[in-house]
C-alpha cells in the first residue's frame, strides 16, 4: 500500500526551530515530488513547496519562500519541513503529498501534522 | 502567479438536488485542473483530475468539466455523505500548484 505517514503534533514556542517528517512506502520515493500543504484552522488549503528526492530539486510557493525549507533523506525514504523560528502565524495543520507520477494531481495524502506555536 | 476564484464560498442544499460549484483562472491554464474533497478533520481525497477524470474508487455522482479559464464541479444528486468541503487546484506551470479557496457544502 503506497502511503505517507507523519511525524506527530508539536507544541513549540515563538522564535523555536522545528523539523517535522513525512515518510513514504510502498513506493519509489526517489521517483516522485513529494510536497507539503499548509492549512491554518478554520482555513483553507496553500501549497508551500515541493522537492524530488530524487536529485534534490526544491521549488516553493512565493509566499512560502525564505520562510521554510523542504529536504529529503532518500536513504529513509523521508521528506522534511523546517521551520528556523517560528511565529505564532505558523500555527496551522501540515500536509506531505505525493502528486501522481505525471506530477498532476495529489493523489496520495500523509495524514497531517498539527503545529501549535503559543507562548 | 495564477490566482483561482471558486464560487460559491458556502452552499446549502438537500439530499438529491443538483450541486454545482465553479472554479475560474487568472489565465488559460487549458485542463489543468483538479478538484479534492475534504471531510471535517480529515486529509483532503482526490476526486477529479485534469479537469474531467473522476479518480479511481470516485462515485460516479462526482463529475467535472471546463477548459481554458472555466471549470465546474457537479454532484449530480447529494447524498449525506457529500458533506464537505470542495477545492479546485490549478497545475499550469509544474511543479506550481494553486488551490481555490475552497465551498463549504452543507445539508440543507
Known amino acids: ?119 | 502567479d495564477i490566482q483561482m476564484t471558486q464560487s460559491p464560498s458556502s452552499l446549502s442544499a438537500s439530499v438529491g438536488d443538483r450541486v454545482t460549484i465553479t472554479c475560474q483562472a487568472s489565465q488559460d491554464i487549458s485542463n489543468y485542473l483538479n478538484w479534492y474533497q475534504q471531510k471535517p478533520g480529515k486529509a483532503p481525497k482526490l476526486l477529479i483530475y485534469d479537469a474531467s477524470n473522476l479518480e479511481t474508487g470516485v462515485p460516479s455522482r462526482f463529475s467535472g468539466s471546463g477548459s481554458g479559464t472555466d471549470f465546474t464541479f457537479t454532484i449530480s444528486s447529494l447524498q449525506p455523505e457529500d458533506i464537505a468541503t470542495y477545492y479546485c487546484q490549478q497545475y499550469d506551470n509544474l511543479p506550481q500548484y494553486t488551490f481555490g479557496q475552497g465551498t463549504k457544502l452543507e445539508i440543507k
Request: include cysteine; charge should be neutral; hydrophobic fraction near 35%.
Open chain 1, 1 to 119: 500500500e503506497v502511503q505517507l505517514v507523519q511525524s506527530g503534533a508539536e507544541v513549540k514556542k515563538p522564535g523555536e526551530s522545528l523539523k517535522i517528517s513525512c515518510k513514504g512506502s510502498g513506493y519509489s520515493f526517489t521517483s516522485y515530488w513529494i510536497g507539503w500543504v499548509r492549512q491554518m484552522p478554520g482555513k483553507g488549503l496553500e501549497w508551500m513547496g515541493i522537492i524530488y528526492p530524487g536529485d534534490s530539486d526544491t521549488r516553493y510557493s512565493p509566499s512560502f519562500q525564505g520562510q521554510v525549507t523542504i529536504s529529503a533523506d532518500k536513504s529513509i525514504s523521508t521528506a522534511y519541513l523546517q521551520w528556523s523560528s517560528l511565529k505564532a502565524s505558523d500555527t496551522a495543520m501540515y500536509y506531505c503529498v505525493r502528486p501522481s507520477i505525471r506530477g498532476d494531481a495529489f493523489d496520495i495524502w500523509g495524514q497531517g501534522t498539527m503545529v501549535t506555536v503559543s507562548s
